[in-house]
Every structure is written in C-alpha cells, then in structure tokens.
C-alpha cells in the first residue's frame, strides 16, 4: 500500500516550490530524482571568480604559494617582501592550521600581513580568501602572494581567485616528488627548487625532479632557488614581475 | 582530507536544494583522476549529513575512467594517472575524461 506521501502525485496541500529551469524532476520509486549536474566546487569557483574580478578591477595580482610543511615558503616570502617592496606595492596572506607566527615574521619585515586560520582545515578556500582581501585591502596594483596550508594534496583543488600557483619543493625532499603528487605539480604555473644551498650535502637530482614535473605538467617553468643564500631569486622577481 | 570540504560542499548543495524535503540519494561523478578518494568520500558522506536533510541517504559515486588525446598524433588513449605520456612519445596530451567532480542528482521525498 502506497502511503500519501510515497506517491508520485501525492494532493496535500502545502505548495512546493517551482522546479528551477536547469533541474529535471521524474519521479521513481518511493521518492523524485531531481538532476543537478552541477560542479562540486561550483559554490568555491564562483566566489574565487568574484575574488578575481576584484583583484583584476584594481590591478591586484595573486600569487598562490603551495608546498609540503618546511619546504621554506616563508622564508622566501620573507625575502620577497623586503627585496620587492621598494619597486611594487606587497601585502601577504598567511594560511596555517594553527598560530600567528608566520604573520608575526612578515610583519617585521614591515609588510601588510593577514593570518588566516585554517583550524582543522588543510587548505585556503576562496571565501578565506574573500576575508582576506576585505581585511588587507591590497592597494592599488599591489602584488598579493598567497601562503597556503603546507599540504600538497588539498590546495590544489581550491581555487582562490589568484594570478598564479607557485609551487616549492625542496631539495631536502625526495627528487620524485613530483609523481607522488602528481595533482599539486600538474596544477602549478611556477615550480621553485628551493635550498639549492645544501644541494652538496644531500641526495637530490635537480634535473631528474624537473623531468618528473614535466610529466605531468609539460610546459611548466622550473627555477632553481636558495632564500639562504639569494641564488637564483632574481630569476624569480623576474616571473613575479611578468605575473599582471 | 580535502574529500571532507569537498562532500561538505557536495551536502549543503543537496539540502539546499532539497527545500527541506529528506534527501533519500544523492548520485555525485567523481573521475579517476581527481584527487578525491571515494572511499573516504563515503566516510565524510556519513558524518557530514549528520543532523541534515540528507541523513542516512545513500551516496553513490560513479567513477568515469581517465582518458586523452595527443595533440601531435591524434591517437586516443586511456589514462590511469596524471602522466602525460602518449605512445608516440608527445607529452602534449589533453585530458578527456577523468577530471570530473560533480553533483549528478539526488533522489527526494
């Protein structure tokens, strides 16, 4: 026995709301199938687009910096802000699980800095990255870079809105992490190789990690890099400077 | 760990949409080739409708294959990860299935 409200064309009286113009509704069995086809991410992609219109409407470029915990994403951004801060305006998001000591080491170096929290979070989405710009307030042309949550799984699916994604890795990792992670390194326009410093001391083959990132992601730029030391970041102000 | 945003995306697309209706399914397409487990999608599923519209609904998960087509020679050839190495030796392959992460439809009422 079919109950009143498992029927197909059930006569309560209480209205139901009009089927939106995309949705097909059928009914089967006990309940409706209502089709959606819609984007899994459609609510994140849609703010990161308002997000990018924002930046675009006042010249603001975005630079997303991912990488596994340690690879040295702050240190180079500390060395970002004071090396690029005379020739372009610089403001700076921090995304960690936990803490302000990020934020605290780029405002010392004099900065516009936001600390976002993830908490359990393992990644910046693109409403975090909403509050961000309400909080910052990037002048006018400013270059925006972006810390992610050290993670090099989950940021790569969440778009923010920005310019760009950087990702490092570090020589102090495995020379195959490219094809361990394979979504974070097909996903980046910029990969740093950074710590070249210590390239004697350690196990690691610059030309082989580069070979492993082309794999999954052909075209992509390669600059090997060292915050310690300065090597090869001219070469990166450089590509900062071509990001408009 | 993503996979907890993502089907925390994927619920509150449903309930919203459901109007306040028990949502008895929701059908997702989630490619090979996304970094999007199923399995732990299944296990987010259950925490994350607790409480809601679509508690105790059924999630199923269709998984098309990965796919692509060289650019240099024309060839189409399946995929099974993120290497893009087609046989005749061009790494200048576009992905053509395999990448989805969508909501497909939902079972109401």
Known sequence: MLREDDAPDHGHPHPHPHPRPHERRQPSGAGETVTIEQKVLAKNDLLAERNRTWMTDRGVVAVNMMSSPGAGKTTLLERA?????????????????????????????????????????????????????????PAEGSLLMVENVGNLVCPALFDLGERSKVVIISVTEGTDKPLKYPYMFAAADLILINKSDLLPYVDFDVEQCARHARSVNPDVRVLTVSATTGEGLSHWYDWLAEQR | MHELAITQSVVDSVCE?????????????????????????????????????????????????????????????????????????????????????????????
């Open chain 2, 17 to 109: 949409r459901a109007g306040g209706r028990p949502v008895r399914s929701v059908r997702v397409r989630v490619g090979v080739l996304t970094a999007v487990v199923p399995d732990s999608m299944r296990f987010c599923f259950g925490l994350v409708t607790e409480g809601t519209a679509a508690e105790g609904a059924q999630l199923e998960i269709d998984q098309p294959p990965g796919a692509g087509r060289c650019r240099t020679c024309a060839v189409a050839f399946t995929l099974t990860d993120l290497i893009l190495l087609c046989p005749c030796g061009s790494a200048d392959v576009e992905i053509t299935s395999g990448q989805e992460l969508q909501i497909v439809s939902m079972e109401v009422g």
């Open chain 1, 81 to 137: 802000v004071t090396d690029l801060g005379g020739r372009r305006p610089v403001a700076v998001v921090e995304g960690d699980q936990e803490t302000r000591l990020d934020a605290d080491r780029i405002r010392r170096t004099g900065c516009a800095v936001v600390q976002v929290n993830t908490g359990a979070g393992c990644h910046l989405d693109a409403e975090m990255m909403r509050d961000a710009l309400t909080a910052l307030s």
